[in-house]
């Protein structure tokens, strides 16, 4: 839980007003666990929705504002296609001040326009940031990118790290 930064959520999430809606998506191993973190904590208000089939993953990402990706120690280094498909249906992307970027600067020009980085040991500060931006971003048009000049090098990304993988297995 606390790997994939759920616990920073969860402090946010105490620290903002009840008329945000918080969703995490996802399930496994530790599901039970952030269940019962959720309740130590009394932060009912985050739902926590099951796996979302890949062909669904864009009509929701166009729902939300914001998308966290706060994981940290990742034991494989990984390319996260959630970042990617989230900045591309509009949403602001969320990451630690750790998190390295450049592997995705070929694929979205303009990807810093998108990213919200915030210090992941400092929740009040996260926060701070986190409502700054919401505010900044109300008043100006969602940065919605356009899909068909980047998708083609999206998925040539995603072949070269795949295809590495395909010759061990």
């Known amino acids: ?13 105490q620290q903002i007003s009840d008329d945000w809606n918080i969703k995490i998506i996802g399930q496994g191993k530790g599901e039970e666990r952030l269940r019962e973190f959720l309740r130590e904590r009394g932060c009912d208000r985050l739902q926590i929705n099951q796996f ?3 062909w669904e993953v864009s009509s929701v990402l166009k729902e939300f504002e914001y998308v966290f990706c706060l994981t940290v120690d990742e034991p494989i ?8 498909e989230a900045v591309i249906c509009g949403a602001t992307v969320v990451v630690g001040s750790d998190f390295d970027l450049t592997q995705y ?5 303009n990807i810093y326009d998108n990213i919200l980085v915030v210090p992941l040991d400092d929740p009040s500060e996260m926060t701070n940031l986190l409502l700054s931006h919401w505010k900044e971003r109300q008043n100006k048009s969602l940065n919605r990118i356009n899909i068909l000049p980047m998708y083609q090098s ?11 993988l395909e010759r061990t297995l």
């Open 1 to 13: 839980m606390e790997r994939k930064g759920l616990d920073k959520i969860v402090e946010i999430a």
């Open 52 to 54: 979302i089939p890949p």
């Open 77 to 84: 280094p990984s390319f996260l296609n959630t970042l990617i």
């Open 105 to 109: 600067q070929d694929i979205i020009s």
């Open 154 to 164: 999206y998925i040539d990304h995603n072949l070269r790290i795949l295809h590495p």
